[in-house]
């Protein structure tokens, strides 16, 4: 079975910065995503990690530790539009995705 | 460009009946899933499809059944529902399984079971 934890709440101010970690431990490994969900709608892509190392795309970064058996997402400059949930999901050997619970992140004014 | 489309929106329904809910994607896409979505378990997959014709159980299955006659439909039926099948179910498609093609997901079917 597969296993990813990652924290259930988290809450910051507008124009600070969120780490989202999540751990995982699965059979096999074929890459990572991060999705973000808001209240009531699908989840949309944010990020994919095969590689261990740092992707950036605009306010958003995504990090990934195979040996570790880790990653985060990382928010910047966060605005309240990020308000929503945050998606860890690992893909494994038989290509098939399991996710995490998400956490829920609360932007403050 | 719809991308994916399900119906219904939303549905209550009497346990013992049996319901189909329906998944369309226009983007010609081999791979598609149905998931669940319940309170503080995230989302978890019930059957998926790598290409049509083919289909797979996911982690749980047991109550659920699914056909991919062609590319773009996948429906997904509950026999004789029960109270614990109440949740939000999504359908997703990926143009494939492997690599960093990500998987799009439609609206979600809110599905009341009593």
């Known amino acids: 079975g597969q296993n990813i934890d990652q924290p259930t709440e988290m809450t910051a101010t507008e124009g600070a910065i969120v780490q989202i970690n999540c751990t995982y431990q699965t059979s096999g490994f074929n890459g990572l995503f991060w999705y973000q969900q808001h209240a009531g709608e699908a989840p949309t892509f944010l990020s994919y990690n095969v590689l261990d190392g740092l992707e950036e795309k605009g306010r958003f970064s995504s990090f990934l530790s195979r040996s570790k058996g880790y990653s985060y997402l990382l928010l910047k400059e966060l605005q309240m539009k990020d308000s929503a949930s945050y998606l860890c999901a690992v893909r494994d050997g038989d290509y098939k995705l399991s996710f995490g619970a998400g956490t829920t992140v609360t932007v403050r004014a | 460009i719809a991308g994916i489309t399900q119906a219904p929106t939303s549905q209550i329904l009497a346990a013992g009946r049996r319901m189909t809910l329906r998944c369309t994607q226009d983007m010609r896409h081999n791979a598609m899933y149905w998931y669940r979505q319940d309170l503080g378990l995230g989302l978890r997959l019930i059957h998926y499809?790598?290409?049509?014709?083919?289909?797979g159980k996911g982690e749980v299955p047991d109550g659920y059944s699914v056909s991919r006659a062609n590319t773009d439909d996948f429906p997904l039926t509950l026999a004789s529902a029960v109270p614990s099948q109440t949740s939000v179910y999504f359908c997703?498609?990926?143009?494939?399984?492997?690599?960093?093609?990500?998987?799009?997901f439609g609206p979600g079917t809110r599905l009341t079971v009593l």
């Open positions: 997703a498609s990926s143009d494939g399984t492997s690599g960093s093609l990500e998987q799009f």
């Open positions: 499809s790598n290409t049509a014709g083919t289909t």
